[in-house]
């Protein structure tokens, strides 16, 4: 009688697994604490600003609203992956986007003292339209990476 429970629970464990490796590299990517090989010697710099998205990784999270369209709660976190490299100050863009991959709205948030392996989080706040988050740093600020001072990243890099 008591294996009844065992055998549902265990069904269900199971089910709720399959398909779990359809993500599993960007997973991956994600949760690993740090990118063997990533210091400013063995890169340089221009190749981490010119490519922040692998090192800088950003992730969103929502969950739907219940009443049709849009979110209800959202959050965006981004980790560093770099080995030893703090990020000062990053300039995170977040754009909302609808359901055909129109951009509805974009935000921009600050995210300050980021240490190697750590992770930060921002809430998104709500939207009525938007059913996706696309994000990526666009500006940050490192003493090791960029001297103190504060420049355009990824697509928008210039190297000096």
Same mark, same amino acid.
């Given at each position: 009688?008591?294996?009844?429970?065992?055998?549902?629970?265990?069904?269900?464990?199971?089910?709720?697994?399959?398909?779990?490796?359809?993500?599993?590299?960007?997973?991956?990517?994600?949760?690993?604490? =740090?990118?063997?090989?990533?210091?400013?010697?063995?890169?340089?710099?221009?190749?981490?600003?010119? @490519?922040?998205?692998?090192?800088?990784?950003?992730?969103?999270?929502?969950?739907?609203?219940?009443?049709?369209?849009?979110?209800?709660?959202?959050?965006?976190?981004?980790?560093?992956?770099? @080995?030893?490299?703090?990020? @000062?100050?990053?300039?995170?863009?977040?754009?909302?986007?609808?359901?055909?991959?129109?951009?509805?709205?974009?935000?921009?948030?600050?995210?300050?003292?980021?240490?190697?392996?750590?992770?930060?989080?921002?809430?998104?706040?709500?939207?009525?339209?938007? =059913?996706?988050?696309?994000?990526?740093?666009?500006?940050?600020?490192?003493?090791?990476?960029?001297?103190?001072?504060?420049?355009?990243?990824?697509?928008?890099?210039?190297?000096?």
């Amino acid at each position: 009688m008591n294996r009844i429970p065992i055998i549902m629970l265990t069904t269900v464990l199971l089910l709720s697994c399959g398909g779990s490796d359809t993500n599993k590299e960007e997973s991956d990517h994600f949760n690993n604490k =740090v990118l063997p090989d990533s210091t400013i010697e063995q890169l340089g710099s221009a190749e981490i600003l010119s @490519q922040i998205d692998r090192y800088l990784v950003s992730k969103a999270q929502l969950t739907p609203s219940t009443t049709g369209d849009g979110f209800r709660e959202a959050i965006v976190t981004v980790k560093n992956k770099l @080995q030893n490299i703090t990020i @000062q100050d990053a300039f995170l863009e977040v754009n909302i986007l609808t359901a055909d991959n129109k951009e509805y709205r974009t935000d921009f948030y600050t995210l300050e003292n980021i240490e190697p392996g750590s992770v930060k989080t921002i809430k998104i706040p709500e939207s009525s339209r938007g =059913v996706k988050i696309r994000s990526h740093i666009v500006k940050l600020t490192s003493d090791s990476l960029t001297n103190g001072e504060t420049v355009m990243v990824g697509e928008h890099y210039i190297k000096n």
